[in-house]
DNA sequence: CTTGTCATGTTATTTCATATCATGTATTGC
DNA sequence: GCAATACATGATATGAAATAACATGACAAG
């Protein structure tokens, strides 16, 4: 709601995919700053959904259900996919995480709190994933939806290339 | 190449799939200039393909594969699923059918022949697709991808909502 | 304590997609 | 024409993603 026409936008929040940083302090503090505000909405971060949310953060990419459910496994709580699929849907439906519907897998949010609607860079050859603000939605595409009657409610935006490692490398 | 930093480049375009149209001729010459195309560029549109095509220009609305097949045994044509998914491979790589990919689903293209990145409306409640030209990705996610050093090869873009019709009725 | 709500466990099934190998059918070069 | 080749299809099996349905457990409100 605050700059969605400007072209710019995207500039002000740079995704984090790709660069480097304190990533112990960055679970940490996004798991921290999750439970505050489960703690403040009422909602209940159990242990499952704290490992997954966990999990996808340590990773810092897309994972899948599956690969999710193996890791729970391996940690003691349940394997049938309902497991982690709940546990996902609890963590999408709140914003903590996106689903990646090119790769059917999941990461974790790079801009938690605010709602906004996400737009990703995902490299085909090492999986990374980036996440930056859209702002689609509401411009080009908004327009386009507007001119047609169209009442957009959410959208998929998914850029498909090569990260800057890995256009190096080649 | 032509239009892609302008923030119209959109309007040019109109989708289709919300509108009234001739829906018999629309799929006829849909289905002719695939086939020119086709013999122009040593393409072979065979009996499968072309049904796959015809099936979708029908349809006018996204079809998941194993639909498809149902619909391609029901014609007389193989019924195991690589029939229907290699078909659509065909469709996809030249550009005659898109993948949506929240829908795990395929749509005939609506603006064949000029190579372009699709955007998709996606309505929630009736499965009715629409087809307009993205631009999003060589403009505002576009800027983000320069920045952060990440080279697009493909976008996706799909908006999920209410179609016309359905806000109508709601 | 009991009732209602939400979360989890568990089994089974459905839906989507691909690997692999065998067979057929067009072109192309000879 | 005929063999060689490339491309397309048929057919079997398997893998991967997602959900349906029902049972059990935790916990707080009344
Ligand atoms: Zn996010
Ligand atoms: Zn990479
Ligand atoms: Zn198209
Ligand atoms: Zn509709």
């Known amino acids: 709601m605050t700059s ?8 002000e929040t740079a995704p984090v995919g790709f660069q480097e940083h304190d990533h112990q302090t960055c679970v940490k503090t996004a798991l921290v700053s999750a439970e505050g505000r489960c703690k403040e909405e009422g909602l209940r971060l159990t242990p499952v959904r704290r490992k997954v949310l966990e999990m996808l953060l340590q ?23 309902p497991v982690a699929y709940r546990a996902l849907d609890f963590l999408v439906q709140n914003g903590f995480v996106h689903k990646i519907e090119r790769l059917n897998a999941f990461v974790a949010c790079s801009h938690p709190g605010a709602s906004h609607s996400p737009a990703f860079m995902i490299c085909r050859k090492c999986d ?10 509401k411009g080009v595409l908004g327009a386009a939806a507007r001119a047609a009657g169209f009442e957009i ?18």
């Open 128 to 137: 990374a994933v980036a996440e930056a603000q859209s702002a689609s939605a």
């Open 59 to 81: 990773e810092h990419r897309a994972l899948g259900a599956y690969a999710i459910l193996d890791r729970l496994r391996d940690e003691g709580f349940g394997s049938q996919p």
């Open 4 to 11: 969605e026409t400007h072209p710019n936008a995207v500039a």
């Open 153 to 170: 409610e959410r959208t998929v935006v998914e850029a498909e290339g090569l990260c800057p490692d890995c256009t190096e490398k080649a």
